[in-house]
């Protein structure tokens, strides 16, 4: 399967904003509600936000409010906005299909600094 290629990342200040953007398969975006996950130094990955086909969406406690998953169903690509970013954000952000077997990709870095 074609793993999703994600984008967007950087070094941002606390309190700025990025926008990720994840291009995945058709086959991926018409089969599974689709998420972002985050992986931070020295812990496990963790689930971020998921959106299903009909746009329906659910955010971790810890980003409600300031992150925002999106999809593009006619470019195949996923978006996370992600606006008054703390430290705790930082790590790498990778997406896929919730309960999906394609392989991961290689993810995009967030750093925010203090």
């Known amino acids: 399967q074609v793993q999703p290629v994600e984008s967007g990342g950087g070094l941002v200040q606390a309190g700025g904003s990025l926008r990720l953007s994840c291009e995945a398969s058709g086959y991926m975006f018409g089969r599974y509600v689709l998420a972002w996950y985050r992986q931070a130094p020295r812990k496990q990955r963790e689930w971020v936000a998921s959106?299903?086909?009909?746009?329906?969406?659910n955010y971790r406690d810890s980003v409600q409010g300031r992150f925002t998953i999106s999809r593009d169903n006619a470019k195949n690509t996923l978006y996370l906005q992600m606006n008054y970013l703390s430290p705790e954000d930082t790590g790498v952000y990778y997406c896929?299909?919730?309960?999906?077997?394609?392989?991961w990709g290689q993810g995009t870095q967030v750093t925010v600094s203090s």
């Open positions: 896929n299909g919730i309960g999906s077997s394609t392989p």
């Open positions: 959106i299903t086909k009909s746009g329906s969406t």
